[in-house]
């Protein structure tokens, strides 16, 4: 039985370590919904501390001036320069061909090999990746539905059932106050944490993190290559966004959306 059914990973969970994993997890969901526009928010700061607390280089020895200088030319750094984040995305169409050279790089070398474009701890693949269109124009869209899921190892998607309307999907991830225009494809990116947690508990959950860093950095280059814009986006309600795919959030965690267009 190698196509397994994805719940069969649950017989050999440990429920107690699970139940803590999920409890500390749900610690950093974010409810953004209408009903709670003027009551909600990732932090509370305000924006002169704010901007003195972000980019900033950590130095272990501020006071001393001992550093070398790191000489390196920038043809060096070649194809491996990702582009900035897009500030606001303008109503662009991606055909579909394009979509799927998005995910070239995640797809397995051939059909023969379980091994994937990225790295996984213990060759466990706990990150499921779903392709979402936010277009009004769908010309080259394959089908009615507007949510697939990845299968990288034989190079499918999956169609996402009953996601022809993708208003649920457009309020978990598109709400007010945030406004970033409009981007044309939305990449979810979700832990099945089921599927490293049966192997390593605990530490299951911090790979799976990784992961995610890995896959989401390789769409970042693939996306510069294809000439698309892109922004990854963490203001979104976990448990809108399951809904819309039809996932469990007690077994599916969304770590991450890309979004993915042209730009203002
Ligand atoms: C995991 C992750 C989540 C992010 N979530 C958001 C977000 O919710 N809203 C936003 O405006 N930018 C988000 N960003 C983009 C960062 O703000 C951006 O990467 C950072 O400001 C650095 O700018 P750059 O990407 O242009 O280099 C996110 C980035 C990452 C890596």
Redesign the pocket.
């Given at each position: 039985m190698k196509n397994i059914p994805h719940d069969y990973y649950l017989r050999f969970i440990d429920p107690v370590a699970y139940d803590e994993v999920l409890d500390f997890h749900t610690k950093g969901n974010f409810l953004i919904h209408e009903a709670f526009k003027d009551s909600t928010a990732?932090y509370f700061l305000n924006p002169k501390d704010l901007a003195c607390l972000?980019?900033n280089e950590l130095h272990l020895y501020p006071d001393m001036q001992r550093c070398l200088p790191l000489n390196y030319t920038k043809k060096a750094q070649g194809d491996l320069n990702?582009?900035?984040?897009c500030e606001r995305f303008s109503e662009s169409v991606i055909s579909f061909d394009v979509v799927e050279r998005l995910m070239t790089p995640l797809i397995s070398k051939s059909k023969k090999t379980y091994k994937r474009g990225y790295p996984s701890g213990g060759a466990l693949y706990p990150i499921e990746v779903f392709v979402c269109s936010l277009m009004q124009d769908h010309q080259t869209w394959p089908c009615p539905e507007k949510i697939l899921h990845l299968l990288p190892q034989t190079a499918q998607f999956e169609i996402i059932q009953g996601s022809e309307n993708t208003d649920g999907l457009r309020s978990a991830i598109l709400a007010a106050p945030?406004d970033?225009g409009s981007p044309s494809v939305a990449i979810v990116y979700a832990a099945y944490l089921p599927k490293t947690f049966f192997k390593y508990r605990y530490r299951g959950y911090r790979l799976a993190l990784m992961e995610?860093?890995s896959i989401?950095m390789l769409i970042e280059l693939q996306a510069k290559k294809l000439k698309l814009r892109s922004?990854?986006?963490?203001?979104?309600s976990d448990t809108m966004l399951c809904k819309a795919i039809g996932l469990n959030p007690t077994l599916f965690l969304p770590?991450?959306?890309h979004f993915l267009g042209g730009s203002e």
């Open positions: 990732l972000t980019g990702r582009n900035e984040s945030a970033i995610v860093g989401y922004r990854l986006w963490s203001a979104y770590l991450c959306v």
